[in-house]
């Protein structure tokens, strides 16, 4: 079971949220601490759906009005010869259609993620604890009572926040890049997105050690490609509409056992000091 750091490839990595499932069939009980979450998932997930994807749609439908009528505008003014352009052009904004509802769909997975991971914290918490308990034969807990716990988590969610919005602006202007810049910041935007998910399907195993968040950021950096791999998955059982309503659990889950195999079984915990 013990793999050396290095060991862990993209592939291995990427099968983590699947080998709970392995679990809950020796361990039926484990049942207890899935349901409930998933059961708020879905009242979650119709909310969020509801209202997002109304609002997203809403939008997406401005901006292709005021695209028709700029290209409408275009194409009045081009000679007859150049008409045959028109269909390249609506296929053109098929695309861009298209690619608006990917993105919203993947950024309301995203949320929902991010939300059902802090309402089902209870039933999460326990999870994590009962697989480290199978994979290691222990639970280290480090306890520092409820007001520092709650301004611990706080303090993460901010963190994450800041990391988000100082990657967020380069990005933005890296667009103006025709081309390159926005392949870049496409790139580096899934990177960053996976770096969250790695930090959020992490946390409940790694947050019992009270591990400062650098030292989180350094376990996902030198476990690399296997947490990318892990992460990639992730990302797409979230993205994934009604699918993701009932995989939170599983990558959370798969997160703690990725983190006992590759960091626990090996030694490589950083010093919390």
């Known amino acids: 079971m013990k793999k050396s750091i290095n060991g862990l490839s993209f592939f291995w990595g990427a099968t983590y949220p699947f080998r709970i499932l392995k679990i809950l069939r020796t361990h039926p009980d484990l049942l207890s601490y899935i349901i409930v979450p998933v059961l708020i998932n879905v009242i979650l997930g119709i909310v969020l759906y509801s209202i997002l994807l109304f609002l997203g749609w809403q939008v997406s439908q401005t901006v292709m009005v005021n695209l028709t009528t700029y290209l409408d505008a275009v194409l009045t003014n081009i000679p007859n010869w150049l008409k045959t352009l028109e269909y390249f052009i609506l296929g053109l904004m098929f695309l861009v ?5 990917i993105i919203l769909l993947i950024l309301t997975g995203f ?4 939300f059902g991971v802090i309402l089902g914290a209870p039933w999460y918490g326990k999870l994590s604890e009962k697989l480290e308990k199978l994979r290691t034969g222990k639970v280290d ?13 706080i303090l993460f969610e901010l963190k994450k926040l800041v990391l988000v919005i100082f990657i ?7 667009n103006f890049i025709p081309i390159v810049g926005t392949l870049l910041s496409t790139i580096v935007g899934i990177a960053v997105s996976m770096v969250i998910i790695c930090l959020d399907f992490f946390d409940s195993i790694l947050e019992r050690r009270r591990l400062q968040f650098r030292q989180k950021l350094q376990i996902i950096w030198k476990n690399l490609p296997g947490s990318a791999g892990f992460a990639l998955v992730c990302f797409l059982l979230i993205s994934i509409p009604l699918v993701n309503l009932l995989t939170i659990p599983f990558c959370i889950g798969g997160g703690t056992l990725f983190i006992c195999d590759s960091v626990l079984l090996t030694g490589t915990l950083p010093d919390k000091n």
Not at 97 to 101: E, P, Q, S, Y
Not at 141 to 153: F, P, Q, S, T, Y
């Open 97 to 101: 259609k298209l690619f608006l509802g």
């Open 111 to 114: 949320i929902l993620a991010q």
């Open 141 to 153: 807990i480090i306890e520092v009572g409820i007001i520092l716990d709650i301004w611990r988590a």
């Open 168 to 174: 967020a602006l380069p990005l933005f202007l890296f």
